[in-house]
């Protein structure tokens, strides 16, 4: 299931994301905060997923009446925008060193938080919650390749480049560690159960690189991936590919 961001009422998103209309304007003393609905959704969505997610199982988790969510959410699609944004709130700007080491940063902090929350990776963000964090995380990650004789352009560029690798570097591992819930075998145990028939049916001499290269990578990982490893020459890869760039200014 994939939900987009900013599929929702702009208005209304907004003043949820800024606290605008944090709570109602009459009536008795309110029973919850905006806040605290917000966190028993990402509890949900740390739990069950996206898929799990409702504002009836919100307000079963805390206890009130749908009507009482809504209230203050006017619905799931602005909900998970606060949700994205909320989430970007636990990440930290890179503390200072090198362009490399502060790009380094994000992107270690971006594949982390994927893991903690992988409802995420069910989130497209073409339109991005314009909230406090996720303007404060784009803030920062600008800053870790300012003053590098990049245009405007290239420094937007650049940290699309290295968030967008951590991000499906990211969802590679979470698909990877979700295939082995869901099957209760490892990878290990998948190829051993798998290889007395494939070895009747995949020829060597008919495949000799795939038969030479999977053998040497099963070797090497247990497995025909292994995320951890991509992701980090991957990240190499791609910073010594930006590397380049600025050099060439």
């Known amino acids: 299931m994939t939900e987009y961001s900013g599929a929702g009422d702009p208005k209304r998103t907004l003043e949820l994301l800024w606290g605008v209309r944090e709570r109602p304007r009459r009536g008795p003393k309110p029973r919850l905060t905006a806040e605290e609905i917000v966190r028993a959704a990402v509890r949900l969505a740390d739990a069950e ?27 799931k699609a602005e909900l998970i925008d ?3 944004d909320r989430a970007f709130g636990e990440l930290e700007p890179p503390a ?11 992107a270690r902090g971006d594949w982390a938080l994927f893991h903690r929350h992988p409802w995420l990776l069910q989130i497209t963000t073409v339109r991005p919650p314009l909230g406090p964090n996720t303007c404060a995380k ?7 390749v300012d003053g590098l004789g990049l245009s405007d352009v290239e420094m937007d560029s650049v940290v699309a480049l290295v968030t967008g690798f951590a991000e499906s570097s990211a969802r590679v591992s979470v698909n990877a560690a979700e295939a082995e819930r869901r099957s209760g075998m490892t990878d290990e145990q998948w190829w051993e159960a798998s290889a007395p028939l494939l070895e009747t049916l995949v020829n060597e ?6 038969t030479r290269v999977g053998a040497a990578v099963g070797s090497e990982y247990g497995s025909a991936v292994a995320p951890g490893r991509a992701f980090e020459f991957g990240l190499a890869r791609v910073l010594d590919g930006i590397e380049v760039l600025i050099s060439s200014r």
């Open 82 to 84: 606060v949700m994205v």
């Open 49 to 75: 997923g996206l898929d799990g997610l409702s504002i009836r199982r919100i307000a079963e988790e805390l206890g009130v009446s749908p009507m009482s969510i809504y209230t203050y959410v006017p619905g």
């Open 96 to 106: 200072g060193g090198s362009w490399r080491a502060r790009l380094e940063h994000i």
């Open 205 to 210: 001499d008919d495949y000799p690189l795939g």
């Open 138 to 144: 784009f803030e920062y990650e600008l800053r870790a």
